[in-house]
């Protein structure tokens, strides 16, 4: 794992155990960001409204956890 890589993971693991209530596919979205399309060049104002809704997305739609079981019924 390269040395900024491994920064970012460690500074996205910090954040989950220190604000619970992000999501694992925010996380995810974000560790794809700041590796890849963040630390190329700026975002166009499309791109950062796109990335906002989906970001949002991500955070409203948390998964069910296992010990709930995921069925409705």
């Known amino acids: ?3 900024d890589e491994q920064w ?3 500074r996205l693991q910090a954040c989950s155990v220190a604000h619970t209530t992000v ?8 560790k794809m960001l700041l590796e ?3 630390g190329d060049r700026p ?3 499309s ?4 990335t906002a809704a989906q970001l949002m997305a991500d ?6 956890s296992k010990a709930e079981g995921g069925n409705a019924n």
Do not use: H, N, Y
């Open 59 to 64: 955070m409203s739609t948390p998964p069910v």
């Open 47 to 50: 791109e950062l409204f796109s």
């Open 36 to 38: 890849g399309k963040l």
């Open 23 to 30: 999501t694992d596919a925010a996380i995810a979205r974000l």
């Open 8 to 10: 970012i993971s460690e």
């Open 1 to 3: 794992m390269a040395k």
């Open 43 to 45: 975002l166009t104002q």
